[in-house]
């Protein structure tokens, strides 16, 4: 009899062993296909997540380049409106400097004390034009621009080459690209 229980004690544990080991196979593979959902989930997060920085990195990327761009412009705005400004201003004073030029040439046989007087009247006028970067153009010589230049009358000259400025009778000036007065001229040997 108690042969007879020993057997059946060993078959009970064979039989514990053997559901144990049954249990924790299939808990193995119960494990194995658990874990290998969460890795394609995490696989799909992971995928989803860096879609998701990129798309903030393009923003991002985008976002600096808008600013670059207004940054810029801004800044060209405003050195436009200082040019327009001072533009506005000169234009005010050129026909002084126009009336200074034409009393330096017609004072050439003048009291020399008034021809120095005249001269540093003009002087500091182009002083101040050079501080405010206004150019002058548009001398006798010079070949003709119908950008910067307005012809109002032409003649033919052998001495002169073709499209020259033969006679200036106003002076133009500009600042930067920005044109505040055309020159008035004469132009040689046109078609």
Do not use: W
């Amino acid at each position: 009899m108690a042969k007879k229980k020993s057997e059946k004690t060993e078959e009970i544990k064979e039989t514990k062993e053997t559901k144990a080991v049954e249990e924790e196979t299939a808990e193995a593979e119960n494990v194995t296909v658990e874990d290998e959902q969460p890795k394609d989930e995490n696989a799909e997060k992971i995928a989803a997540l860096e879609s998701e920085v990129a798309e903030q990195k393009e923003k991002f990327l985008r976002l600096a380049a808008e600013y670059d761009n207004y940054r810029k412009r801004t800044a060209n705005e405003k050195l436009s409106i200082y040019d327009d400004a001072t533009a506005k201003a000169v234009a005010e004073l050129l026909p002084v400097a126009d009336s200074v030029a034409i009393a330096l040439s017609s004072l050439k046989d003048a009291d020399p004390e008034i021809l120095k007087g005249v001269e540093l009247i003009s002087n500091q006028l182009a002083k101040s034009f050079d501080k405010l970067k206004i150019e002058s153009f548009g001398k006798q010589g010079d070949e003709f621009d119908p950008n910067l230049h307005n012809a109002i009358s032409k003649i033919d000259d052998d001495s002169l080459g073709e499209n020259t400025l033969a006679q200036v009778f106003q002076t133009g000036y500009k600042i930067g690209d920005k044109i505040i007065r055309h020159a008035m001229v004469q132009v040689a040997n046109c078609d």
